[in-house]
Nanobody, 117 residues
Framework: QVQLVESGGGLVQAGGSLRLSCAASGSIFSINALEWYRQAPGKQRELVAGITSVGFTRYAESVKGRFTVSRDNAKNTVYLQMNSLKPEDTAVYYC???????????WGQGTLVTVSS
């Protein structure tokens, strides 16, 4: 089983930056990609960014050019650098382990990001 622990959320003014971290432990070999999702109040959870085990990345259109996903394989940690934050980025951000075939997906507990105008 994989365990995911997020950190780095908080309150920031519009235009500011935050960096989220997600540390993975356990059955790391079962992970195909590590992804960041977010869920704002009253909205569905949406994919923000993801990075595969070999470093391919993808982003939601709404964050392209502002957010950067990266990973440190030695630390089994994925990061989400968020720049030029907007109030509409306010949400609970979740780390998600996208599994290889035959394994289960895993979600982190979430970390709240609040962007004030």
């Amino acid at each position: 089983q994989v365990q995911l622990v997020e950190s780095g959320g908080g309150l920031v003014q519009a235009g500011g930056s935050l960096r989220l971290s997600c540390a993975a432990s356990g059955s790391i070999f079962s992970i195909n990609a590590l992804e960041w999702y977010r869920q704002a109040p009253g909205k569905q959870r949406e994919l923000v960014a993801g990075i595969t085990s070999v470093g391919f990345t993808r982003y939601a259109e709404s964050v392209k050019g502002r957010f950067t996903v990266s990973r440190d394989n030695a630390k089994n940690t994925v990061y989400l650098q968020m720049n030029s934050l907007k109030p509409e980025d306010t949400a609970v951000y979740y780390c998600h382990a996208n599994p290889r075939n035959g394994y289960l997906e895993v979600w982190g507990q979430g970390t709240l990001v609040t962007v004030s105008s």
